[in-house]
């Protein structure tokens, strides 16, 4: 029996804490839980926000976020965890971009950093402590790391680039 390896306990403690997060935050998206606005509210406000069509665009970041949360978590598919949760952050900065950097003025400060931190966790593995270790990393190939972010990355220019070419004003009629 081995002692316990600090970078694995880091890993675990990153994981868990990160993907909690991340699967509060979808759940609110998708069931309403902890003051969200459930499928419904969170289809409008994608609606407000220039994402079409709203409705699947709701479902996929709640999806995103706390599917990528629980995965990351548990850490499973790990890389697949990191890179949906990262992509679905990079819609949220997205949104958040035109107010800067910083929370406090409503800027993408906090999914920016989720989203990095996600990624991470993809990129580096789940450590010991993991269903993907005691599973032999069955969904943990290296193929799947490159797979996973470009599949991530590719959805996300295509949702952000839809998003932003609706968000550009038409002129106005007289």
């Known amino acids: 029996m081995g002692s316990v390896n600090r970078r694995d306990l880091g890993l675990l403690v990153l994981r868990v804490g990160t993907g909690a997060v991340l699967a509060a935050h979808g759940s609110q998206k998708l069931a309403g839980w902890f003051g969200g606005g459930g499928i419904e509210g969170t289809t409008a406000a994608m609606e407000a926000m220039g994402f079409h069509p709203p409705k699947h665009s709701a479902i996929a970041a709640g999806l995103g976020e706390a599917g990528g949360g629980v995965l990351l978590a548990l850490g499973l598919a790990t890389p697949a965890?990191?890179?949906?949760?990262?992509?679905?952050?990079?819609?949220?900065?997205?949104v958040h971009a035109p107010a800067g950097f910083f929370a406090q003025g409503g800027g993408y400060e906090y999914p920016a950093f989720l989203g990095f931190t996600a990624a991470a966790i993809g990129l580096t593995g789940p450590g010991r402590y993991s269903v993907d270790h005691a599973t032999r990393h069955a969904f943990n190939q290296p193929w799947m790391v490159?797979?996973?972010?470009v599949g991530s990355a590719a959805a996300a220019v295509a949702v952000v680039g839809k998003r932003a070419k609706g968000q550009v004003a038409e002129p106005e009629e007289f």
């Open 146 to 149: 490159a797979l996973a972010f």
């Open 81 to 94: 965890a990191g890179a949906a949760a990262a992509g679905a952050m990079a819609g949220a900065v997205a």
